[in-house]
Structure formats: C-alpha cells, structure tokens
C-alpha cells in the first residue's frame, strides 16, 4: 500500500475526516488486515487564509509547497490538499514541487461525468464559488456549473468561515443552505450541488439536502483509496 501524504489545517475539521475515513475504510476493505501509512503536514489555517484573503498567492503557493515537499521527504507517494480552496494555486504549486498532487476539482468532475449530470450547483468559500478552480474541468467536460446569487453567496461563505470551520453546526444554518440550493434549483435547473468546500459535509448530506450531494471529501477520499491500496484490490 502506497503512503499517504496529506497537507491539513485548512480547516482542522476537513482534516480529520481525511484522517479518519482514510483509516476506517482501508480497515474495512481489507477486512480488518491494513490500515494506511498516513503523513500530515498542518498548515496554520489563519497564515494560509490572509493569504488567500488577501490575493498574496504567491506566498501562498510557497507556503504550501513547503509541506507537500516535506510529505515528499516523508515517503509520502500519494500527495493530496484537504481543503478546496487551496486549489487557488495548485497548478503553482505542482511547478514549485514538480510533484503531481491527486485534485479534488479532477475528481469530483470524473464523478460528475460518471454519474451523467449536465447542470450542477457549487457551494464552498467566496474563493471556490467565484473563481474558475473548481469550474473549469467540469466546464471542458461540458457541464454546466451555478453558484448562488452574489447575496447567497456571501451568506454561505460566512457560515462557512464562521461556523463549519470551527466545527460549529447548526440547524438554521442548514435551512438557509437548502433554501439557496432550492433557488438555484429552481431558478437553473441544477440537478445536483457540488460541496466544493471539505466542511461542507459536516453540514449536508443526501439524507438532508433537497438534491442529491456531490461530497467532494467523499469522492476525494475514494480516489486516494484507489490510487494507494492497489496492493488491497
């Protein structure tokens, strides 16, 4: 089984689940044999936020290149980033390391593909819903992606920074999220809604969304499960 390398902080919270669905599902698919060799380099969320906040993506892209080469060193072969938005500087930080990183845009637009949807939602921060990150492969595969109007937007971006980022769930917030989701729905036809930001589904989920939910922690996850337990298949 091929070594995990997991760049986290960004939030804790999306982290964790990483840690722990990693373990939990390897344990079960090998019937309790295997578990993975997991190495964590945890960013500090708020230095690596003002400089997203701030469009200093050059740091950015720096300060995160330092950890997937630290993962690197580790032994780590297959290298991932925990959270959405940092896929701000992806493609950067694939030049800075010359490592190729497993992408959470790439794979929810391969599970999109798969399951055969032509018009799709997208929630995440202000950053994954306004930028083309998350968009574009979606878009080259001729999927249409819909984000919430300019007041949604803000509304989710706050509930995303100040609530699910601190592991704060609460019911009026997922009220609020299925009646953005409803509009789009209605106003645009979208068949499905992206969780474009890993702290998502501690708030949403199939059994509590009015459409069905593109987990991107979910299908990341099972992409790096993939690509590492060849040796479990």
Not at 125 to 148: A, C, H, N, W
Not at 166 to 178: A, M, P, Q
Not at 190 to 205: K, R, W
Request: proline fraction near 3%.
């Amino acid at each position: 089984m091929k070594k995990i390398g997991l760049v986290g902080g960004t939030g804790p919270e999306s982290t964790l689940m990483y840690y722990k669905e990693l373990n939990s599902i390897i344990d079960s698919m090998t019937d309790g044999k295997a578990m993975p060799d997991i190495a964590i380099e945890s960013v500090n969320f708020r230095r690596a936020w003002n400089y997203v906040s701030s469009g200093n993506y050059i740091e950015l892209a720096k300060y995160i290149s330092e950890k997937v080469n630290l993962l690197k060193l580790s032994g780590s072969e297959i290298i991932a980033l925990t959270a959405g938005t940092m896929h701000i500087v992806f493609d950067e930080i694939e030049k800075e390391t010359r490592i190729s990183l497993v992408s959470i845009p790439e794979a929810v637009c391969e599970e999109a593909i798969l399951r055969k949807y032509k018009k799709v939602g997208l929630l995440g921060t202000i950053f994954t819903m306004e930028q083309d990150y998350m968009k574009k492969d979606l878009i080259r595969s001729g999927i249409e992606v819909v984000v919430p109007c300019k007041e949604d937007r803000e509304l989710v971006a706050k509930r995303i920074l100040e609530e699910l980022e601190l592991g704060i769930v609460k019911e009026t917030t997922l009220h609020e999220f299925n009646a953005v989701i409803d509009k789009m729905r209605n106003k645009n036809g979208i068949e499905a809604v992206i969780l474009g930001c890993t702290e998502l589904p501690l708030l949403l989920n199939d059994m509590n969304c009015v459409l069905p939910c593109m987990d991107s922690v979910k299908i990341h996850i099972n992409k790096l499960i993939r690509l590492a337990a060849v040796e479990c298949q």
